[in-house]
């Protein structure tokens, strides 16, 4: 079955420092990937989606790169800030079933610390 | 703010009982995916209709069901309600194509 794993449940982050969130899968090939922010006790916020043509993507502090060989995306936010501690979440298309549906991994928690 | 609305923000009730969540999703946008999060579980997709169409369905129970209006609000029914079903229940919206995705506030349900 799609499987989607995220490094970690939580990493801690000194401020100032790129913070590098890795999201794997396995067992089919998606056509894009995104990634999401998400507060606690509110909705997921909408970041960044990468296509599966795209090496990488840039926005802002943001970057993300999208390995289909390896079936990883990795997710780094460059001089971290305290502001940047949340949960975030990757997302890939379930196009193998043809089906309009999204999957989301569990996310990791990541702190900044100052 | 995302622009998708849900009501109400929280809900309290007792195993057994029913409850009905709403969405409205972005002005113009066709498409309404629910979905619930529990702290052990993660995001999980329930259902997802398409300009009144049901389009796609996940792990969702029979005790759930869902349905998408004309003016494209949704609703989530949940019935014969258990403790676990307290959760957060999110809806979110896109224009039609599966991508971005625009999350609600959320709905907050707990089942004594």
């Known amino acids: 079955s799609q499987k989607i794993e995220q490094n970690s449940e939580a990493l801690n982050i000194q401020e100032g420092k790129t913070a590098t969130l890795t999201c794997n899968y396995t067992?089919?090939?998606?056509?894009?990937l995104q990634w999401y922010r998400q507060d606690p006790g509110r909705g997921p916020v909408f970041l960044l989606l990468?296509?599966?043509?795209?090496k990488e993507k840039r926005k802002e502090r943001l970057k993300v790169t999208f390995d289909t060989t390896l079936k990883q995306s990795l997710f780094h936010i460059t001089a971290s800030q305290p502001a940047d501690s949340a949960t975030y979440l990757c997302?890939?298309?379930?196009?193998?079933?043809?089906?309009?549906?999204?999957?989301f991994g569990k996310g990791t928690r990541l702190h900044i610390l100052p | 703010d995302s622009g998708v609305t849900q009501t109400p923000k929280h809900l309290i009730t007792a195993t057994g009982q029913r409850v009905t969540l709403r969405c409205s999703p972005r002005?113009?946008?066709?498409?309404v995916y629910w979905y619930q999060q529990s702290l052990d579980q993660g995001l999980q997709f329930l259902i997802q209709?398409?300009?009144?169409?049901?389009?796609a369905k996940g792990n969702i129970l029979e005790r759930f069901s869902a349905q998408q209006f004309p003016d494209l609000h949704s609703e989530l029914n949940l019935s014969s309600l258990e403790l676990g079903d307290s959760a957060l229940y999110f809806c979110?919206?896109?224009?039609?194509?599966?991508?971005?995705?625009?999350f609600g506030p959320g709905t907050r349900l707990t089942v004594l």
């Open positions: 979110a919206s896109t224009g039609g194509a599966p991508d971005t995705q625009y």
């Open positions: 997302a890939l298309d379930s196009r193998m079933n043809r089906d309009d549906k999204i999957i």
């Open positions: 990468i296509r599966e043509n795209e």
């Open positions: 002005s113009g946008d066709l498409s």
């Open positions: 209709y398409y300009n009144g169409e049901e389009r």
């Open positions: 067992n089919y090939s998606p056509a894009y």
